[in-house]
């Protein structure tokens, strides 16, 4: 990481930690277990066999009866943490802004 922003970056994770940076593209990369844990279940969904047409121009879609498993991810985020994780969140968002990111797709 050759980026002028890296000492204050690197600064900002040895404090706070949990994920991260990716200037290049742009993107923050959180860690399983840092502020929340990734699981994985096994649930049963149905295949998508076809498409039917209605008479109000719209389509329908036709699954199978049979059900297929599959794998869902999702985030655990414990309750009691919330508050710690949103003051993260915003010091992350601050260290962002200072070095010239911009945090919002929107203009203000």
Known sequence: MKNPYRKIAQEWIMKNGA???DFKNRDIL????GLFSIEKEKIML??????KKLSNGMSQIIFSKKKYPSDSFFAMLWMEELDDTIRYFRSMKRMLNKIGF??????K
Not at 30 to 33: I, R, S, T, Y
Not at 46 to 51: D, E, F, H, P, R
Not at 102 to 107: C, E, I, L, V, Y
Request: proline share 0%.
């Open 30 to 33: 959180l860690c399983d277990g």
């Open 46 to 51: 149905s295949k998508i066999i076809g498409t």
């Open 19 to 21: 994920c991260k940076f």
């Open 102 to 107: 911009k945090t919002s797709r929107f203009r």
